[in-house]
């Protein structure tokens, strides 16, 4: 029970991570210990394990599969997502120098963590390494988009999403984000939730159509791309966490706290918000918006969010060998 409740908090943690648009779930996964596995028990859920299903029936499915395992991280991920989509999108038009700083801090310590984990640096991991921050840094230069909303583009979008949640360093909202599909995502589950509790059983069954098929896209980027991952850390695990690592460093130019906004776009509900923003230091944050850079609260929550990371490999160590 202990060890499905953690579970179920780690997948809290993720699934709050990937409501953010640069910041990955699979770096809450990798730096507290279950991404391997993660990747393990997705990869079982094949037709071996549909026919051990009808065969052996549920028991022997459910084992085969890590059944209990993936119920409590992903019934944590959809909580958190649910719950916190509507707290993380004020908190981020609200006080975005502190939030951003904050995971500016987590991406820092996490990418430490992740190359701390190869025993040996060679040519070849120092070369993927850099190649994979210039690709991760090129993406989060590109333009976001305007996405259409048709279902089909949902299915595309949830797809090609999952497949960078759960690579440490790629963030699936960001890549939603550069799709067009993150205001209406995410705007659909906050509509919703608004209908549910107004009874709105019209908007409840369209918002909850193009929600469905967001979630089949996923589950199915989500097993096919997991097999990829699973052989890549099998065959060549401190490539692959090189390359890893170099996607999180190269990240780190999306949570930069300090920016210009250059564009504006109309969101779902009419209102007026960022679409093409550039980095600044604090100094120029403040002479071009006449408001206080918070350069020290910020500095605090950056040390704080690096702080995290290493608490929570700590309480997972310790969780594990309970």
């Given at each position: 029970m202990?060890?499905?409740?953690?579970?179920?908090?780690?997948?809290?943690a993720m699934g709050a991570a990937d409501v953010v648009p640069g910041v990955s779930g699979g770096t809450i996964a990798f730096i507290t210990g279950i991404y391997e596995e993660l990747l393990r028990s997705i990869k079982s859920v094949d037709l071996e394990a549909l026919k051990l299903l009808l065969k052996s029936g549920p028991k022997a499915f459910w084992e085969k599969i890590n059944g209990t395992f993936l119920l409590a991280l992903f019934t944590g991920i959809i909580f958190s997502v649910i719950s916190l989509a509507?707290?993380?999108?004020?908190?981020?038009?609200?006080?975005?120098?502190?939030?951003?700083?904050?995971?500016?801090?987590?991406?820092?310590?996490?990418?430490?963590?992740?190359?701390?984990?190869?025993?040996?640096?060679?040519?070849?991991n120092v070369f993927a390494l850099l190649v994979a921050a210039l690709v991760a840094f090129y993406i989060t230069l590109a333009t976001p988009t305007q996405g259409p909303e048709?279902?089909?583009?949902?299915?595309?979008?949830?797809?090609?999403?999952?497949?960078?949640?759960?690579?440490?360093?790629?963030?699936?909202?960001?890549?939603?984000?550069?799709?067009?599909?993150?205001?209406?995502?995410?705007?659909?589950?906050?509509?919703?939730?608004?209908?549910?509790?107004?009874?709105?059983?019209?908007?409840?069954?369209?918002?909850?159509?193009?929600?469905?098929?967001?979630?089949?896209?996923?589950?199915?980027?989500?097993?096919?791309?997991?097999?990829?991952?699973?052989?890549?850390?099998?065959?060549?695990?401190?490539?692959?966490?090189?390359?890893?690592?170099?996607?999180?460093?190269?990240?780190?130019?999306k949570v930069w706290p300090w920016k210009e906004t250059l564009e504006f776009r109309i969101n779902s509900k009419g209102e007026e918000v960022p679409f093409l923003e550039q980095n600044i230091l604090p100094a120029a944050y403040e002479q071009l918006y006449n408001t206080p850079s918070q350069l020290l609260p910020a500095i605090v929550l950056m040390v704080f969010g690096f702080g995290i990371v290493f608490l929570i490999e700590g309480v997972a160590k310790k969780m594990e060998n309970k």
């Open positions: 202990k060890k499905t409740i953690g579970l179920f908090f780690r997948g809290m509507k707290g993380i999108t004020y908190l981020l038009n609200e006080h975005p120098v502190l939030i951003w700083s904050f995971f500016f801090g987590l991406i820092i310590a996490s990418a430490i963590y992740i190359g701390k984990d190869i025993p040996k640096w060679n040519i070849r048709a279902l089909w583009f949902i299915f595309l979008s949830g797809f090609i999403a999952i497949c960078a949640m759960i690579l440490p360093g790629i963030s699936g909202s960001f890549i939603l984000l550069l799709l067009g599909s993150y205001p209406i995502v995410l705007g659909t589950v906050s509509d919703t939730l608004s209908a549910i509790k107004a009874s709105d059983w019209d908007l409840i069954v369209s918002g909850m159509t193009l929600i469905l098929i967001f979630i089949l896209g996923c589950v199915i980027g989500l097993m096919s791309f997991a097999r990829l991952l699973s052989w890549l850390f099998a065959a060549h695990k401190n490539l692959t966490l090189a390359i890893l690592t170099g996607f999180m460093i190269g990240s780190l130019n």
